[in-house]
Structures are given as C-alpha cells and as structure tokens.
C-alpha cells in the first residue's frame, strides 16, 4: 500500500542520530526491502524511487559517520561499534547490488546537489575510518565506499582482446597508404581509434600492427612513384599520426611506454625487418625511431636502446650490406630530407613571379631531374601541403598566361613556367587525385584555365569525355595556329598566349586528321606537325593526346588507326638540337602523363604503344581485373584468398576497388555479404568480419548506407531468409552492422570523400527522402512494403501504425539533421528493430537483433549521445529488457541518453522492473 519511495524518503528525514534506538528500529525496517527494491508503477514514480535510494544511502552514511566519532569516547565505544555494524550492513545491502547501484547513477544525474551531499558524507566517514578497531568491519566499510565511488563510472566496456593480429587496421594503414596518401592526418586518427575501441586492442599490440603493415607496404609497394609513396606515408605521415593519436587516452600506461613496447615487439620480427631493410637499402627501423624520438615519441634512452639492439641484429644480416647495394641511395633519407625542401620551395613560389622569373626557372628545372619531383610530391603528399603546392602552379600557370613588353628570352622564360607548371600539374592530378588541384569558386567569376582544361579534357582513369568540348576556340586562332604547325619555320614564342595555343590544339588535329584521312596529306606531313606540336611545348602535345583519346573512344574499328597513329607519333621524343631548355626532363615527364592517359583507350583497342619512358612493367595498379571471368567470381575468389592468407595486401585492396568502381555499391557490398552468410565456422566469421570491415572502407559511407538501408531490412522481414542469419554467420552480420554504422556515423559530418569515391556515382538524398520519409505518421515506403506479409499480417507492422510517441528518439530531443540519408536510414533501422522486438513471432532474427544490440553496447562508450543508439526509440528499452542476454541494469544505463530527462525516466522503469 506503500511505496518503497515512500518510506525511504520518510526514514532520509529523522536526523536526530542519538535516538540510539529509533535509529536501530529504522534500519531494521530498511532489512525489508533494500536488497529487493522494484517499482512497477510509471515513469515518475520510478524516478522518485531512484531519488529517495540516493537520500537514504546520504542518510545511512551520515549515520555511519556518527557512530564513528563516537568509538573515541571510552564508555560508549562498544555501543558505538555495534550500531556503526548495523550501519555497515545496510550500506552494503544498498549498493551490492547492481540494480541498486544503477538506480543511484540515474539519481546522480537527477539530483547533483543530493549526489554532492552523498559524496560529502562518505569522505566524512573516510577521514574517520582510522578509528575503527575492528578489521573486518572496516576492510567491509572500505568495500561499500569503493562500490559508492564506482556509482559515477559504471561503464559496460569488457576484457581487452587477447589476439595477436588485427587484419582490420593492417588493412585501413595499407588501404590510406596505398590510396589516400592525400587525406587528412586527423580522419585517420580518428578512424584508428574507432578500430581500437571496437575491437578493445591493446595498446602497444595496435601501434604494433600499424608498424607491421607499414612494412608490409614498403616490401610489397611497385617500384617507381608507389614505392616513393609508400616511404612517404611510413617516415612522414605516421610519426605525425602517432603524434595525434599520444592526445587520446589510450590505456593505463603512458603513451611513449606503449610506442616503447610496441617497437620492442616489432624488434622480434626481424625476416620482416631484413626484407624492408633489403627492400630499402638502409636501416629503416632506426630512421623511424629518430624520427620518432625527434617527435617526443620515446625517450631518448629507450630509443637509442632500441636501436642499439636492432644494430646487433643487422651485423646477422650480411647480405644487407652487399656492394651493389652501396651506391643507391635510400628512398627514406631522400624523402626525410626532400620534406623542408617542399617547405624552402612552397616560401620560394610564394615570391613575386615577375620579379626573377629566371631563378624560379632554375628551381623548377631542378625538380624534375631524376626523381626529385615525385620525391617531393610524395613528402607534400604526406605532410598535408599538396594541395597548397598544386595551387601555387596553378598560380604560376596563370602568370605565365600575362604578355607584357617581352624580348625572346623572356617569351622563352615564359613559355617554359607554362610548360613546366602544366607539365606538374598533370602529374600531381594523375598520381594524387584532380581533386588536390581543384579550388574553391572564385567570386570574381574568373576562370582558372589549368582546372577548365583539367575537368573538361583531361583523361582519367572511369571518366567519360566528350570530344567537342575542345571545339569552343576562336576559328582564326585555330587557323593561324595550322599555319604555323604546317610551316618549316621554328614556331615563334614572343607576345604567344599559350593558354589560346592550348585550347585550339584540339580543333588543330582534328582539321590535321580530317586532312590525313581524306588524303590531302601525306604520312611525312603529320609527322612534320606532330614534331613541331612536341618539339618546344610539351604541353600542346598533351592537350593533343588527350582529345586524340577521347575521340579514339568515339570510333569504329577501322576508323582507329590513324588517330592511334597520330598518338604514338606523339609520344616519340624528338631529338633536336633547337629545343627550349630542360627538354629532355620535360619529355620524360610528358611521357609518364601521356601513358596514363592512354591507358584505358589502348587497352580498350587491344593497341600497345612502347612510351620511352623509365617504367619496365605495366602501370602499377591498372587493368587488374581478368578479361574473361565475372567480375562476381573475381570478387569471390579474391575474397576466398582474402580470408585464407588472414591479411589484405596493396594489389588486392586495388582489386576490390576496381570491382566496387564497376559493380556499384549495392552489388559490391551484398554479395560479400551473401559471402560472409555462407560461413559456418566461428573462428571465419569474425575473421571474415575483420577483413569486410577494412574493405567496406573503401567507401564507408555509401556501403553503410546499401547496409543498413537495403540488405538488412530485406533479411529481417523476409522469413525464407531468416534461417542465413543463425550464429555464428548471423551474430557476425550484426557485429559487421555495428562497426560500418559507428565508423560511418563518427565521420560522416567530417570526413572528405577520396577521389576515386567521388568518381562513383553518389546515392541522391532524394532516393532516401522518399524511401525514409521525415515524419512517423505517413509509414516509409520500404517498411510499408516488407510489413505486407500475406501469411500472418502481425509479424510487421508499419511505424504508421503506432502512436507517434512510439517512435520518440533522442536524436528527435537533439534536433539532429534528419535530411541527412545516414542519420534517415540509422532511424529506420531502429525502427524496424523495434517493430521485431514487439511482433509476435519469434525467430532466428529476433536472435540477430540481441546480437545487433549487444555489440552497440560493448563498443560504446556509457550513455548514448551522440552515438548511434540516440536513434532507438525509447520504448525499445523496456522491449529489450525482455530478452535474457539485455536484461542487465549497466546494458540499460549504456543503450539509453542518461543526459536527458527522458532518458533517465525510461532507464529508471526499465531498471526498477528487473
């Protein structure tokens, strides 16, 4: 007839603590329900509970703390003994249980001021506790303030993990290196540290792993720019993401400690060390310790420890220190110092260009001997300056298109930075990304003619171009500039817009092919064209390969072989002694570009073109994919090979991300998980889930959308599906589920698109919008169609079905941005999981959402702000307390927003019922 609220508040009021036996009747009275305190009345009453719990356990600690004092007064002592062990019991009694502890973590947050008086009262008792003569009661007294303490920390994280090997963060540092050697330090950071916390791994075991693949990477990098890549990402980019990632709590123990161990773990694998070093041709592990220790990474006594040891294990290595070997010079000490040489440069190009523009022809003659320009592309690439060094040639190209007063010496000064600077900037879009070089719209409206002529013209690997867009020059400027192509005389420089020269090169050729193929000019002819469009200004014969491939793909058969002709006459160098100056540098620079460019038309064409250029081999990473077999068996097999060997390499990550550029997102991400369904063994699932997880990241976003949005929803309410999500292969798609919605969700607002992922087609937020609509009371489309279950109309029923408050989320209280096609399908999602909890039916897909919910819960961090579960309903809670595995106080506190009113009212009923 009375609440149990009732009577502790009651008993939280009498303070007159020297009534010796009043104050024995009312903790003999607390004997009858603190070890069983339920409520199974509303909201509130359950939230008054949790604050009458809080003034009673205030209570019994002021209490205790009174009896304490009274032990140092001689004749009351023992009296004083035995009401502070009555006191004891029932504070024990109160917080042993976990239940109760949870209910006085809702109170915590309900009631600061109450929780504030609570913590001044047992470190009252604390700072008395050194009277208490009996042992045992006072190790019992420590116990209970320990468990009081924990009040504000319940956490529900478990056990670190105990495996040796993470395949899911060997494959994210091999898929950044290998792909996103361009992207920002922080969102790799950040998506190693969800990695981390998902799968709780150890410290020093995750730095481990990231010094692992980045070996891997150099060993298995093509030689040539991805090698230099490669050297770039592990002596550059990783020591900075080590930096970043020494402010985030990661353990126990302090970061430079676990950097320490980790390095002392790497020191064991030493056939993977001799292989880099051999690969390398220095001592690589010592570079990255200095650098390393130059970064406040480890002290410097554990560094030189460190390399002291590895020192001892290369004089085993004697054929590290072969002769041949002896005149190369190390990639990693050319990228190490190649580093402030793109910062003296970036300061160098920041000068006045009108000025001296002599001596920065000197500068950029410089970089591109040898391989000095992919050197420092590579360390701008990694340091997060590329982009700021492509814009300072996007800037040079635009000076070099100003005509002032000029003599020929300086029109040659000129037509060479606009050779040079376009020159670089087709490498830099071919070998990081056009995207580097694109700027902001300028809101002057001008018109950048490098990022016009790039968008429009330029060849890359999946873009389709049209070949008229070259077509748009003035008729007379196309006219003169045939007139100069097709005469003997040496092509003038002075007062010539190169920029004008460029965009009428198209219209040129083609006037030139139209010519040949009608026969109004002889082979001998376009040769003497062809070599006056290479012979000065290498950029004009880009601008003519370019078009040439985008009309080749236009063709017919028969009608390829003069432009494939034209192609290759202009890929041949000519060798002429009236060249402008750095010709030879220029020409391997042209070449390296024109063989990109030409690759996918060639091999469309089944046509091979020997380009002089250094390169031996093929172009590293293209055309990867069989000729004859499906792609859907090559996604298969190399899956199956994938899951064999335990680990993703560079060759294999290019692999599956030819196949997602072909396939599409939805046919990519359900056949690997038709792939996964079919796994029987546990230890292969959660392998399997590992490796899908490192490979879905490709493009995170869109995959988890396909995920969530499509595939799960068509498992869950389809019940001839129903038997493909048993354990393990079941438990594993839930797991799968939860770490691509976490990582989507913790970077989403964030993170930039690579890109290659923009070269995909982009889900429409409409699409979304019209599957998902905003509001609950018209049902979405997609759960509308899969409730129309014909045998038993129960098992589904629409959201539109249910009250509005049904499907109250704290996303809702947050005002988070429904429009976004995430945030959309994240809802739906829970909303469908909760129309599964309170069907009737039961089944191997109530079993996966359990799985579902338990996996959010141990990689969450307690309360749910901002996480994924603020779009679960909040009646979910009470449904899912139901089920055996969730029905624990600390799982209801970690699914439910503890910040909000309504959370704690929900989490105190749910709690209070168990």
């Not at 792993?209 to 990477?217: L, P, R, S």
């Not at 680990?647 to 056949?671: K, P, Q």
């Not at 087609?761 to 509308?784: G, W």
């Amino acid at each position: 007839m009375v609440s149990y609220a009732s009577v502790m508040s009651s008993i939280a009021k009498f303070e007159d603590y020297s009534r010796e036996l009043c104050v024995k009747a009312l903790l003999e009275l607390m004997d009858m329900f603190c070890d069983r305190l339920s409520c199974q009345g509303k909201a509130e009453e359950c939230i008054s509970l949790c604050r009458a719990l809080l003034s009673t356990l205030g209570w019994l600690l002021k209490c205790a703390a009174h009896f304490t004092e009274r032990l140092k007064e001689g004749p009351d002592a023992s009296s004083g003994e035995e009401q502070l062990q009555l006191c004891v019991n029932r504070i024990e009694k109160v917080v042993i249980r976990r239940k109760n502890r949870a209910l006085l973590h809702i109170a915590r947050l309900e009631e600061p001021v109450t929780w504030a008086n609570v913590e001044q009262a047992f470190i009252k008792l604390t700072e008395h506790c050194n009277k208490i003569s009996n042992q045992q009661l006072r190790l019992k007294l420590d116990e209970c303030i320990g468990l009081i303490k924990s009040i504000s920390v319940i956490t529900t994280q478990t056990e670190q993990n105990t495996k040796m090997e993470f395949p899911t963060v060997h494959a994210l540092i091999i898929l950044e290196g290998t792909l996103n050697l361009t992207s920002d330090t922080q969102s790799l950071v950040e998506q190693l540290i969800m990695v981390k916390r998902m799968q709780r791994i150890p410290s020093p075991l995750f730095l481990l792993e990231i010094w692992k693949a980045c070996f891997v990477g150099l060993i298995e990098s093509p030689e040539g720019t991805q090698e230099l890549k490669w050297t770039a990402f592990t002596f550059l980019k990783i020591p900075q993401a080590l930096l970043k990632l020494k402010e985030y709590p990661l353990g126990d123990k302090d970061f430079t400690e676990d950097v320490n161990t980790a390095f002392e773990f790497l020191l064991k694998l030493t056939p993977l060390l001799d292989k880099a070093d051999q690969r390398c041709n220095c001592d690589c592990v010592s570079l990255l310790l200095q650098e390393c220790g130059k970064l406040g990474l480890l002290s410097e006594d554990n560094m030189n420890n460190l390399v002291n040891k590895r020192t001892a294990d290369r004089e085993l290595a004697p054929q590290l220190k072969s002769a041949e070997n002896a005149s190369i010079q190390p990639n990693p000490g050319l990228i190490l110092r190649a580093e402030p040489t793109v910062t003296n440069i970036l300061k160098t190009m920041d000068a006045d260009h009108s000025k001296s523009p002599e001596g920065l022809l000197g500068v950029l003659g410089h970089m591109l001997s040898g391989k000095s320009l992919d050197l420092l592309l590579a360390a701008a690439a990694a340091t997060g300056k590329l982009k700021s060094f492509a814009r300072k040639f996007v800037k040079l190209n635009e000076f070099a298109k100003n005509i002032t007063m000029e003599g020929s010496k300086a029109a040659s000064v000129r037509a060479l930075l606009f050779d040079i600077s376009f020159l670089m900037l087709c490498h830099v879009a071919q070998t990081y990304g056009s995207d580097v070089i694109l700027s902001e719209p300028c809101a002057s409206g001008e018109v950048v003619f490098f990022e016009t002529w790039m968008l429009t013209c330029m060849p890359e690997e999946g873009k389709i171009l049209n070949p008229e867009q070259g077509f748009r020059a003035d008729p007379t400027k196309v006219e003169s500039l045939m007139t100069h192509l097709n005469s003997s005389a040496e092509m003038k420089l002075v007062q010539v817009k190169w920029h004008e020269v460029c965009s009428c090169t198209p219209a040129a050729i083609l006037e030139v092919l139209n010519a040949w193929e009608h026969g109004l000019l002889t082979l001998e002819a376009v040769q003497k064209i062809t070599d006056n469009i290479k012979g000065k200004i290498c950029s004009m014969a880009i601008c003519a390969v370019a078009w040439l491939v985008a009309h080749v793909r236009m063709l017919g058969l028969e009608e390829r072989e003069k432009p494939l002709q034209m192609i290759f006459q202009l890929v041949t160098p000519l060798y002429a002694e009236n060249t402008l100056q750095f010709y030879n540098e220029r020409v391997a620079i042209m070449n390296l570009i024109l063989e990109q460019m030409c690759a996918d038309v060639l091999q469309q064409t089944a046509t091979s073109i020997m380009f002089p250029t250094a390169n031996l081999g093929p172009i590293p990473y293209r055309n990867l994919l069989p000729v004859k077999m499906p792609i859907k068996e090559v996604l298969i097999t190399n899956f199956n090979n994938v899951l064999n060997k335990g680990w993703v390499d560079s060759r294999t990550i290019h692999v599956f991300e030819a196949l997602l550029h072909m396939g599409g997102v939805y046919w990519f991400c359900n056949n690997l998980v038709k792939e996964l369904l079919k796994e029987t063994r546990k230890e292969h699932c959660y392998k399997a889930v590992e490796l899908l997880h490192s490979v879905f990241c490709l493009d995170m976003q869109q995959i988890t959308l396909v995920l969530l949005g499509h595939i799960l929803p068509g498992l869950l309410t389809n019940s001839l599906k129903w038997q493909t999500l048993m354990d393990p292969p079941g438990r594993a798609l839930a797991k799968l589920s939860v770490w691509c919605s976490l990582s989507s969700h913790s970077t989403h607002n964030k993170g930039q698109a690579t890109a290659k992922q923009r070269k995909r087609h982009r889900e429409d937020i409409e699409d979304y919008i019209n599957l998902f609509p905003l509001d609950d009371s018209q049902p979405s489309k997609l759960l509308r169609l899969l409730s129309s279950n014909e045998e038993d109309p129960n098992i589904l029923s629409s959201p539109g079905d249910r009250s509005m408050s049904s499907s109250l989320t704290a996303s809702q209280l947050h005002n988070i941005n429904m429009r976004d096609p995430l945030n959309r399908v994240l809802a739906n999602l829970f909303l469908l999981i909760s129309t599964i909890l309170s069907s009737k039916v039961a089944g191997p897909h109530t079993q996966f959402v359990q799985w579902f919910m338990e996996e959010c819960v141990e990689c969450l961090d307690q309360g749910s702000r901002g996480s994924i579960l603020q779009f679960m309903p909040f009646t979910m809670v009470s449904e899912l307390v139901k089920l055996p595995a969730l029905s624990k106080p600390k799982t209801v506190l970690a699914i439910t927003d503890l910040g909000l009113p309504l959370g704690r009212r929900v989490a105190a009923k749910a709690i209070a019922a168990l």
